[in-house]
């Protein structure tokens, strides 16, 4: 057995004497070429420190999700095939697969309450919770899973926006099965749309907040889930849902109400999808999974990863399915309750990302609230610079720009 002690069996060490070693490894490159930033101009290294913690740590949980059986999240089962047989034939080799919750997408054709059944056929509804993705088509199918009585009792999401469908709400919150949430914000358009991790924050915040006033505090922790885009960046998507766990409990607690109660759903971004050489998308979506992962999410979906070619085969979606599998129950990445809790960087970043989210938050109230910024030309100018600075930056893209390579075979898809 070592006598060693690491508290005290090495000599101290300060940052001048760290950086003096960096540069004599530099070999007289510029220090500064270590310094990066994110899209929203926000320093991530290259070295963080106890100096960068901020005050007041405290370790941010999941939500307690109904149906998880011990898992630690919920593997989510895409529903977007808008041929229903062919869509409940794979939602049930999903969930025989191991996914354990359902994600009913826009392209899931259903007209009516038989289209409905005959997507959930064979499907235990009282095992499984149900989400409707947020669309414009889900305040019909309120009605429509209203009048089959075996949902009337199933964990059911319905995505209705709080502020597109706020008359819907209102008129149908009496009428909600007491297992349903009848709303959900989706960011994760401002990220798709081109957006930045602050700016997908700040509208989340901002629509938050507006969505409380319309709706009061109860109604939305009660009724209220929010999904968020997660990309390769697994370390900035870490920090982001941890950030955006922050602005949630803080608006809710503004408001008079408890924010811990209101789940986060993340889904692989669509935006970083390659259609060159598309293996490398499996790269993308475990890394996008992984940050989602140990950032915190309650619910996960990863895109299959030929989305960017076409409609993914039975194939694609067993690998996106697996991914989750492996991390859960070969990785164990859901043993340890926030996992970046007390990290120097994760913590500075969560933090910066934090106040920057949150001072973009409080422009977009003062120039009248979300819905007034969303439709102005200073949102459509904010996703325009944020792209042209992407653009401007030229980051390598593996398989395009990085190690792209010739005459690789294209993934299958479904015509």
Same mark, same amino acid.
């Given at each position: ?57 405290? =370790? ?48 899931? +054709? ?14 235990? +509804? ?69 957006? +930045? ?40 998507? %870490? ?26 759903? =993340? ?12 293996? $490398? ?19 996960? $979906? ?69 819905? $007034? ?11 325009? +610079? ?10 390598? %893209? ?18």
């Amino acid at each position: 057995m070592s006598d060693l002690n690491l508290a005290n069996d090495f000599p101290p060490s300060t940052d001048e004497a760290w950086q003096a070693l960096v540069e004599k490894g530099l070999r007289g490159s510029d220090f500064a070429t270590l310094i990066k930033s994110t899209e929203d101009g926000l320093p991530r290294g290259p070295l963080m420190t106890a100096d960068d913690l901020p005050e007041g740590l405290a =370790a941010l949980g999941r939500t307690d999700m109904p149906l998880l059986e011990g898992r630690a999240w919920h593997i989510a089962a895409p529903v977007r095939d808008p041929d229903l047989a062919r869509a409940n034939r794979q939602l049930l080799e999903d969930l025989k697969g191991g996914a354990s919750a359902v994600r009913i997408e826009a392209g899931a +054709t259903l007209k009516d309450r038989n289209d409905l059944k005959r997507l959930l056929e064979g499907v235990y +509804t009282d095992l499984v919770p149900l989400q409707f993705a947020p669309n414009s088509e889900n305040a019909a199918r309120f009605a429509m899973a209203l009048s089959i009585k075996d949902l009337q009792t199933a964990h059911l999401q319905i995505g209705l926006g709080p502020l597109e469908d706020a008359n819907t709400v209102q008129a149908v919150l009496s009428d909600c099965p007491e297992n349903w949430r009848l709303m959900s914000l989706a960011p994760s358009d401002v990220h798709e749309a081109g957006g +930045t991790e602050v700016q997908a924050l700040s509208v989340m915040a901002a629509s938050l907040a507006e969505s409380m006033r319309r709706h009061g505090v109860d109604a939305m922790c009660r009724h209220l889930s929010i999904d968020l885009s997660t990309d390769r960046d697994a370390h900035l998507t %870490i920090t982001k849902f941890r950030a955006a766990r922050r602005l949630i409990l803080r608006i809710a607690e503004a408001f008079g109400g408890d924010g811990s109660n209101i789940p986060l759903h =993340a889904v692989t971004s669509g935006r970083m999808m390659q259609r060159t050489d598309a293996w $490398t998308n499996l790269l993308r979506i475990m890394s996008a999974g992984f940050g989602a992962v140990i950032g915190g999410a309650d619910v996960i $979906t990863i895109r299959p990863f030929t989305d960017g070619l076409g409609k993914a085969t039975p194939f694609a979606h067993r690998i996106a399915r697996n991914m989750q599998l492996l991390m859960m129950e070969e990785s164990h990445l859901g043993q340890v309750t926030d996992a970046a809790y007390g990290s120097y960087w994760h913590e500075h970043m969560t933090d910066a990302l934090a106040q920057a989210a949150w001072a973009k938050f409080q422009d977009i109230e003062r120039i009248g609230g979300v819905e $007034t910024y969303l439709n102005s030309d200073t949102y459509s100018s904010d996703l325009a +610079t944020a792209q042209g600075d992407r653009d401007a930056r030229a980051e390598p %893209i593996l398989g395009v720009t990085l190690h792209s390579a010739e005459g690789v075979k294209v993934p299958e898809v479904r015509a």
